[in-house]
């Protein structure tokens, strides 16, 4: 037997080697889906419930393990997902406590109607948090949501009519119907608490993949990238403070109905804590990891009531010991599928590409100043694009082309002047919202989002209003070659799976570029594209941008390769001490004395 295990053993570690496991790959996809999960929590919980019994000591741990569940997988999106650490949790718990409690108490309500109710009133709570808390840093949101957790807790206490004061509530039976008899039996609530336990599971993991969660997860790893392609980090946020909330709520009337009675010393800033440290144990922003942190927390404390001296000190030392050993918790952080988005671009036909012919002027910059302090890194820039123009931005160091981007693509407010695309102004538009209007750019340094599967990141980007066919079809194209430039084959699923995390400079590049393209820009902004590429590798890019600029796609390219600028761009603007130095054809670049001597130092 011993051998045989080895031997299993073996062949395992033999297939991790090579990739993969040896469980075949249609199981795997099965064992992988959030619904095999979820059914088997479901199937798993009821199978214990039926031995035990819901009314047994065992059965009643179980149950509140379930209810636990859900708070952290609530507290999960929030924390894990939105990255916004919260210390709120057992707030929305009290509160859809309660408010389960007052519906059923006082006006006879059925279990099915109190708790959604109670899920809303968690929902427009977190809603309300998040919109001030949308705004914070991580520290500051840790101490407004536990100063969230103790208004809502001396609350319980003032509202005494309401609420039963200290005395708490009593009564919280399970009905079927409005104002009927509460049920006989145990199992309404023990069947309700799996299965809201089991669906809960499945919402949250379906959150992680859905297009709202990969905008959270994109705005946790990288804000300032998420906002350049369209994406509001607030927004996001507000949203996913407002999910956990809900699903944290709805744990709190699950809660009531299995206690049957509620007070005040129930929910106390301990119980925020205790949520926190279980989706931190289980892996935060991992699926199974709150779960599996719910089961750890609730059973760790109590096998320690054997030793009533000790079980503090065992408890404390246990959790040092697992996070010294799984500092990120128990379970990672996996990167998401999204197949469907390599498949779309993978089946984008051909284009033909027409000759390149700038067209009429669409973003128009009027005298655009912005200063930082006392440096005037813009001091009254004026320029404009044409449709299907390439404009290269050149200037020496610290000349202001990075910040002319920055304002234009609304990461940076002007300090005076004006930004018109289509004659509408963008000046004083936040990122996300320009890069709706269709301004796409890069960054000097790729801003790509590490916990992310490639096909994630393609996945992300929109396009936003009106584009004609041809130039859609255009820039996917682009984005095709430039993953494929950067060795990543959009026909393999396997490349598509990878995390960014893992890949090259020069692929996250091309993926950051990728993907600007994957939002079809009317304006592409480049900044410093080449860098660290080789010359194979910088041909196929000029190639790309040269293609989608004769789509109609108008890009400004800020760049230190000469080179490349004098074979691809249509117009050479020559930056100085933040004002524009020069203008005019590549081609007159090196015959103008004044750019030769600001930028090559010729005198
Ligand atoms: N966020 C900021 N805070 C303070 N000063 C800044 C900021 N961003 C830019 N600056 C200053 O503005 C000036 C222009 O900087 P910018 O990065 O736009 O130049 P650049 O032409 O892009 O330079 P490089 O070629 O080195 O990237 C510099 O003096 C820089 O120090």
Redesign the pocket.
């Known amino acids: 037997m011993s051998y045989r295990l080895s031997a299993l053993s073996r062949t395992l570690r033999a297939a991790a080697a090579r990739g993969h496991d040896a469980t075949p790959a249609p199981v795997r996809r099965v064992l992988a889906r959030p619904a095999a999960h979820s059914a088997a929590l479901l199937v798993t919980a009821t199978a214990l419930l039926a031995l035990w019994g819901p009314l047994s000591y065992n059965g009643y741990v179980l149950q509140l393990v379930c209810l636990y569940a859900v708070a952290t997988l609530g507290l999960n999106i929030t924390t894990g997902y939105a990255g916004a650490l919260s210390l709120g949790q057992g707030a929305s718990f009290a509160i859809g406590a309660y408010v389960t409690a007052v519906l059923v108490v006082s006006h006879g309500w059925p279990i099915w109607a109190a708790l959604p109710v109670a899920a809303l009133a968690g929902l427009a709570a977190g809603a309300l948090a998040g919109f001030p808390a949308g705004r914070l840093g991580a520290i500051g949101l840790a101490m407004m949501s536990l100063g969230l957790m103790l208004v809502v807790n001396d609350m319980l206490i003032q509202f005494q009519s309401v609420t039963g004061g200290n005395n708490g509530l009593a009564g919280i039976d399970a009905r079927l119907w409005f104002g009927g008899e509460p049920v006989s039996t145990p199992w309404v609530v023990a069947i309700v608490i799996v299965v809201v336990a089991s669906v809960s599971y499945w919402l949250h993991a379906r959150y992680r993949t859905s297009r709202l969660g990969r905008a959270t997860v994109a705005v946790r790893d990288e804000p300032i990238g998420a906002s350049a392609l369209g994406v509001s980090g607030y927004l996001t946020k507000v949203v996913a403070f407002a999910a956990g909330s809900a699903l944290g709520a709805l744990s709190g009337g699950l809660f009531s109905f299995l206690s049957a009675y509620i007070s005040p010393d129930a929910f106390s800033s301990n119980l925020s804590i205790l949520f926190l440290v279980m989706v931190v144990l289980g892996g935060s922003g991992s699926r199974l990891g709150p779960v599996v942190g719910a089961v750890l927390l609730v059973l760790i404390p109590l096998r320690l009531d054997a030793y009533p001296h000790l079980n503090n000190l065992l408890y404390g030392a246990l959790l040092i010991v697992l996070m010294r050993l799984r500092p990120r918790g128990l379970f990672s952080r996996t990167a998401a599928p999204a197949p469907q988005a390599l498949r779309d671009l993978a089946a984008t036909p051909e284009v033909e590409v027409p000759e390149r012919a700038p067209g009429e002027p669409i973003l128009k910059v009027t005298d655009l100043r912005?200063s930082?302090?006392g440096?005037?890194?813009?001091g009254g820039v004026s320029m404009e694009l044409r449709r299907g123009e390439i404009v290269g931005l050149i200037?020496?160091?610290?000349?202001?082309?990075?910040?002319?981007?920055?304002v234009v693509s609304g990461h940076?407010p002007p300090t005076a002047g004006r930004i018109t695309l289509h004659g509408t102004d963008l000046g004083g538009l936040g990122a996300a919202a320009v890069a709706k209007r269709g301004v796409s750019r890069t960054f000097?340094t790729p801003k790509t989002f590490p916990g992310m599967s490639i096909e994630e990141h393609l996945a992300l980007p929109a396009v936003h209003g009106e584009r004609d066919e041809a130039m859609r079809d255009a820039c996917r194209r682009g984005a095709l070659t430039l993953l494929e430039l950067g060795g990543l084959d959009p026909h393999d699923p396997a490349a598509g799976t990878r995390e960014s995390r893992v890949m090259s400079h020069g692929q996250l590049r091309f993926l950051e570029a990728a993907m600007a393209l994957g939002t079809c820009p009317e304006v592409l902004l480049l900044?410093?594209p080449a860098a660290g590429l080789s010359a194979a590798e910088i041909e196929g890019f000029e190639r790309v941008v040269s293609d989608v600029a004769a789509a109609g796609v108008a890009v400004v390219i800020?760049e230190?390769h000469l080179d490349m600028i004098s074979r691809l761009v249509d117009r050479v603007v020559v930056?100085d001490l933040?004002t524009v130095l020069w203008e005019g054809e590549p081609g007159d670049l090196h015959s103008v004395d004044s750019v030769r001597a600001a930028y090559m130092g010729v005198a």
């Open positions: 912005r930082f302090g440096v005037d890194a813009l200037g020496p160091n610290g000349s202001g082309k990075t910040t002319l981007l920055n940076y000097q900044d410093e800020v230190h930056l933040g």
